[in-house]
């Protein structure tokens, strides 16, 4: 096929999909879809570190609680970080589709991510395992329907939506502790891979049906467009043209090294880094919930229908008050709506690891649990996102932020070791005291500089933003 028969192809295509975008339910078949596409991205995410106790006892046949299953789960751990490698080529790969478009991401993304779960279950050994999770880890992130969402909704309703559609999909997670209810059998630790049926079931079938009911987004279909319709002669003068704009852009771009230099000597900058680093540090507790509740259950401080219960109302917890998260952002201004969802992450972190080891009513403790992760996340991307990005100025924006990220995901790296260090230093059972014991002091040290040394940013000029 030459060069002008594939253009020409896929000229029919996207002016087929250009049709598509004004037909009349087009629009609501396209939510519904990429709320079940965010749906299958948050099971995904979820579904390992729920069953995690039982994977440790199937995969590397020991018994909980013991000092070989300590060991086992450490290893495991110390292995699946291997997965988050895969980060640094994440950016290459989300790239590709500014060129090949969204459509084929998001499909490829929906269906990856039930290629790594089902990996995962069929295997029967660890390295398998591992390399179904390194799959999970790499199609998980890439959000590809938050992207459609914003190119495809009136920008009126853009926010609304993806605030709605991220709610409901964490509020999905509360089917998990259903599977959990129904599939697995504590007697037998290889039910565990019951728990992924259905999410895998659900990411193929959300996958293929995206093939028929999803086109191509309107933002990308008008650029691809333009430039099928355009002349040889046309497509020369772009591309002049976009040639000297990169070379304008080469001229005023800002190196990861000058992002770090004006992260660490501007005042504003580097009191919001030290906030991001240690939050990414306190968010350690989040990946070791499900062996939390477990130690409780070995404790005889909670029964086996407990731990249903929390495992299924946090997720809708969680939901809720992400949602009335963005609303007090938006309201209070950044330092006000920082105070309370840290007192959110970190109240709801004490109250949930003392049911951890005290009775406590298992909705309390579902209740405390969703509140402090809703704190957590929420004020994560404030601090990575809306504060960073108001205290930079234009020309180097975009470089600061990704650094911020870099700083973030090295805390994340450090408290993904200290799990698997404590874990097996001492003991799986006692993880609800010793992650507390490190994780909360650093909450409260990070929301102490958060009052004390960061400027509120509600309402600045992102045009002329000055450095201190």
Request: glycine share 6%; charged share 15%; net charge positive.
């Amino acid at each position: 096929m030459t060069k002008k028969e594939r253009e020409q192809r896929e000229l029919a295509k996207l002016e087929k999909a250009e049709s598509f975008h004004g037909h009349q339910h087009y629009f609501a078949i396209l939510i519904v879809v990429l709320s079940i596409v965010y749906i299958v991205d948050e099971l995904a995410s979820n579904v390992k570190g729920i069953v995690e106790v039982q994977t440790v006892r199937d995969l590397f046949n020991v018994v909980y609680p013991s000092s070989e299953y300590d060991n086992a789960s450490a290893t495991l751990g110390f292995a699946t970080m291997a997965g988050y490698l895969s980060y640094l080529i994440s950016p290459f790969y989300k790239s590709l589709a500014d060129r090949f478009g969204r459509r084929l991401f998001l499909i490829i993304n929906t269906i990856g991510m039930g290629v790594g779960m089902l990996v995962c279950i069929i295997s029967k050994s660890v390295p398998v395992y591992i390399i179904g999770s390194v799959i999970m880890t790499f199609f998980t992130p890439n959000d590809m329907q938050v992207i459609y969402i914003m190119e495809c909704a009136p920008k009126e309703h853009r926010a609304k939506l993806c605030s709605i559609t991220k709610g409901l999909a964490l509020i999905s997670v509360s089917l998990l502790g259903l599977f959990v209810k129904f599939f697995v059998n504590d007697a037998v630790p290889s039910t565990w891979r019951n728990v992924f049926i259905i999410p895998i079931i659900l990411a193929f079938v959300i996958g293929i049906a995206a093939i028929y009911f999803v086109r191509e987004t309107p933002v990308y279909t008008q650029k691809r467009l333009q430039y099928l319709r355009a002349s040889e002669e046309e497509r020369q003068a772009a591309l002049e043209a976009e040639k000297e704009n990169e070379e304008e852009a080469k001229k005023k771009n800002v190196s990861v090294l000058d992002a770090f230099k004006f992260i660490f000597t501007n005042k504003q900058t580097r009191a919001i880094a030290i906030v991001a680093l240690l939050m990414a540090f306190s968010t350690g507790y989040t990946g070791k919930y499900q062996p939390m509740i477990t130690a409780g259950k070995y404790n005889g401080v909670m029964t086996a229908d407990a731990v249903n219960i929390i495992l299924m109302f946090y997720p809708v917890i969680n939901g809720i008050f992400t949602m009335i998260g963005g609303f007090i952002t938006d309201s209070l201004g950044r330092k006000k709506s920082a105070l309370i969802l840290g007192l959110w992450a970190s109240l709801g972190l004490a109250v949930f690891a003392y049911g951890c080891i005290r009775p406590l009513n298992p909705y309390l403790i579902g209740l405390a649990y969703g509140i402090s992760i809703a704190g957590l996340w929420s004020i994560s991307d404030m601090i990575y996102f809306v504060i960073t990005s108001e205290s930079t100025p234009t020309e180097m924006r975009a470089s600061v932020v990704g650094s911020m990220q870099l700083i973030g995901m090295f805390g994340t790296g450090f408290n993904m070791i200290y799990n698997n260090v404590v874990t097996m230093l001492a003991g799986s059972t006692n993880l609800p005291i010793v992650l507390t014991v490190a994780y909360l002091p650093l909450m409260a040290i990070s929301l102490i500089i958060m009052i004390l040394k960061v400027k509120e940013t509600k309402g600045v000029d992102l045009d002329n933003i000055k450095v201190d």
